[in-house]
């Protein structure tokens, strides 16, 4: 029969401190030396050395204190109270930053995720509730211009119900567009099939 020491092992033996490499506790480990391999190679992230991928980090916060954009010269049409009050309902009246509400924060504002004068536009999914302290702190810097946020719009159990102010809209059940929206009629998070109904 055979015993466990007969049995060839792949790994290294250890000395009594536990050590692999042939030194003694006591033996100062000296980078000038058969230095380990994880040692001068950085990890990677993706094909990015780790010193490169925290300079990118580091840019980045930098951009995020940057303000984006000039004014634009055209002028902005007043966002549909419709679609402002959906946006409260999608945000639960709460600020996006803060998450205080109405009865802490006092009036929430609608905030441009990417601004204005940077270009951003005034549809459902570039915009959110924001307090006023908030706002006025975030102003147009690039500061979390990344979020993304479901649009409103009206679902398709919504439009094809018919209510004493609008008629029952047409539902193409062969429609290849389908987005996952905010209704802003019954709440919920639904597919919508018709971009026109998305705000």
Same mark, same amino acid.
């Given at each position: 029969? $055979?015993?466990?020491?007969?049995?060839?092992?792949?790994?290294?033996?250890?000395?009594?401190?536990?050590?692999?490499? &042939?030194? $003694?506790?006591?033996?100062?480990?000296?980078?000038?030396?058969?230095?380990?391999?994880?040692?001068?190679?950085?990890? $990677?992230?993706?094909?990015?050395?780790?010193?490169?991928?925290?300079?990118?980090?580091?840019?980045?916060?930098?951009?995020? &204190? %940057?303000?984006? &954009? =000039?004014?634009?010269?055209?002028?902005?049409?007043?966002?549909?109270?419709?679609?402002?009050? /959906?946006?409260?309902?999608?945000?639960?009246?709460?600020?996006?930053?803060?998450?205080?509400?109405?009865?802490?924060?006092? =009036?929430?504002?609608?905030?441009?995720?990417?601004?204005?004068?940077?270009?951003?536009?005034?549809?459902?999914?570039?915009?959110?509730?924001?307090?006023?302290?908030?706002?006025?702190?975030?102003?147009?810097?690039? $500061?979390? /211009?990344?979020?993304?946020?479901?649009?409103?719009?009206?679902?398709?159990?919504?439009?094809?119900?018919?209510?004493? %102010?609008?008629?029952?809209?047409?539902?193409? /059940?062969?429609?290849? *567009?389908?987005?996952?929206? *905010?209704?802003?009629?019954? &709440?919920?998070?639904?597919?919508? %099939?018709?971009?026109?109904?998305?705000?």
């Amino acid at each position: 029969m $055979t015993s466990h020491n007969d049995i060839p092992c792949a790994t290294p033996t250890c000395d009594s401190y536990g050590r692999t490499d &042939g030194r $003694t506790n006591e033996e100062p480990w000296s980078p000038s030396r058969d230095t380990p391999s994880s040692v001068t190679h950085a990890p $990677t992230y993706g094909d990015l050395t780790f010193t490169q991928a925290l300079e990118e980090a580091i840019d980045a916060l930098g951009a995020a &204190g %940057t303000r984006l &954009g =000039m004014p634009r010269p055209e002028q902005r049409n007043e966002i549909h109270a419709w679609t402002r009050r /959906a946006i409260y309902w999608r945000d639960r009246n709460q600020c996006a930053w803060c998450q205080r509400g109405f009865d802490q924060a006092g =009036m929430l504002v609608l905030d441009h995720i990417t601004p204005w004068a940077a270009g951003g536009s005034d549809r459902s999914d570039n915009l959110r509730t924001l307090c006023v302290p908030c706002n006025d702190e975030r102003s147009n810097y690039a $500061t979390d /211009a990344y979020t993304r946020v479901l649009p409103v719009g009206l679902c398709d159990r919504c439009a094809a119900r018919p209510t004493p %102010t609008r008629r029952a809209h047409y539902i193409d /059940a062969e429609s290849t *567009f389908r987005l996952p929206i *905010f209704c802003g009629n019954c &709440g919920t998070v639904r597919d919508c %099939t018709d971009r026109r109904r998305v705000l």
